[in-house]
């Protein structure tokens, strides 16, 4: 698992690289959160470590830009700030989880096994779309890391097609059959259907293949 660290009190960064890598972790540290948002433009990461507040760019700065450019990873603050503006901005934010300097190494380790442990839990019959996106075939309902979307009963129709057949062409016959019950729509229709269904997801996860259809790959 990788893991991103950004805290500038080195002892303190130092200590929980050691502790994590020693858990079986790979973590990348930074002191800067400027320099930590030019590594994570290019490099993937399963789980970010903020501090609040750091050199160049906050930590609640460094994560509303990431969320801003649909760079969706969990994310625990560790901070001795306890203004309850800024942990509830940390929330709002889309932060997992909340720790308090000081704290003892073992209690982000247990943290972090938590959130693992729901990630388990909330993978099992899922169809694992993207890194963030799962889609429950059963009760028909997208979530997006973890947690239930409100779409339309058409947009969920077409999901649902598109996610039975990941990786395979989904063409406008199929569309008709599946979510308009082989009504004579035209295809301008689906073709706008489409395009709602494309702006209410927060990746781009349906290709368009022209004079075709679509389809819809995993990106994990």
């Not at 502790?19 to 800067?32: I, K, P, Q, R």
Request: one cysteine or more; charged letters at 30%; hydrophobic letters at 40%.
């Amino acid at each position: 698992m990788k893991v991103l660290l950004l805290e500038d009190e080195l002892m303190l960064q130092g200590a929980i690289k050691e502790y994590l890598s020693d858990t079986g972790f790979e973590v990348t540290a930074f002191e800067d959160g400027k320099e930590a948002y030019e590594n994570i433009a290019s490099n993937s990461y399963d789980l970010f470590i903020f501090d609040i507040n750091t050199p160049s760019m906050d930590g609640l700065s460094l994560l509303d830009k990431l969320q801003k450019e649909k760079i969706y990873v969990p994310t625990i603050f560790i901070s001795a700030i306890t203004e309850i503006e800024q942990i509830s901005q940390a929330y709002a934010l889309g932060c997992y989880d909340y720790l308090k300097k000081p704290f003892h190494l073992k209690e982000l380790s247990l943290h972090i096994e938590r959130l693992l442990k729901m990630a388990d839990i909330r993978a099992k019959d899922l169809i694992k779309i993207s890194k963030m996106y799962s889609y429950d075939a059963e009760n028909k309902s997208l979530f997006f890391d973890g947690e239930a979307q409100l779409l339309t009963q058409k947009q969920l129709q077409i999901l649902d097609l598109f996610a039975k057949n990941i990786n395979k062409v989904v063409d406008f016959e199929m569309l008709r059959h599946y979510a308009w019950d082989d009504n004579p729509v035209d295809n301008a229709i689906i073709r706008a259907e489409i395009h709602r269904l494309r702006q209410v997801l927060k990746e781009d996860l349906i290709t368009t293949l022209k004079g075709v259809g679509y389809t819809l790959s995993k990106q994990i």
